[in-house]
């Protein structure tokens, strides 16, 4: 379901789909995270904070939903915060790839991370 949103329409940066066929290798466990908070950088402490199981994924498609105008500065500390938590072999996920919806709850920005293990 989540794959589905990842690469459905509305994206604000529009998914490739080399990324699903990476994603989708063979013999691989997926697990999803939702996280929902009141701003992105939260979303993003809570996901390296709370789920270290993301320091052993093989690939990660995240989605970012807005609650409305979308500050794209936000966006890049979310993936900043990210990148500098997650040191082990981050550069090397296949894929590592997110897009941005503007559809949350209204006061809430959401996180969904798909991890391939």
Not at 1 to 12: D, K, Q, S
Not at 17 to 27: G, K, S, T, W
Request: hydrophobic residues 45%; negative net charge.
């Amino acid at each position: 379901m989540e794959l589905m949103a990842f690469f459905g329409e509305g994206a604000r940066i529009v998914p490739n789909l080399q990324d699903l066929r990476e994603f989708l290798a063979p013999r691989r466990l997926y697990k999803v995270v939702k996280i929902s908070e009141s701003s992105f950088e939260k979303c993003a402490y809570a996901l390296v904070d709370n789920f270290p199981e993301c320091t052993r994924a093989l690939g990660m498609l995240r989605y970012y939903r807005s609650p409305g105008e979308v500050y794209w500065e936000d966006i890049e500390r979310a993936e900043n915060i990210i990148a500098e938590s997650l040191t082990m072999d981050v550069y090397g996920w296949e894929p590592d790839a997110f897009t941005l919806f503007e559809t949350a709850e209204p006061g809430h920005y959401e996180l969904v991370a798909i991890l391939a293990f």
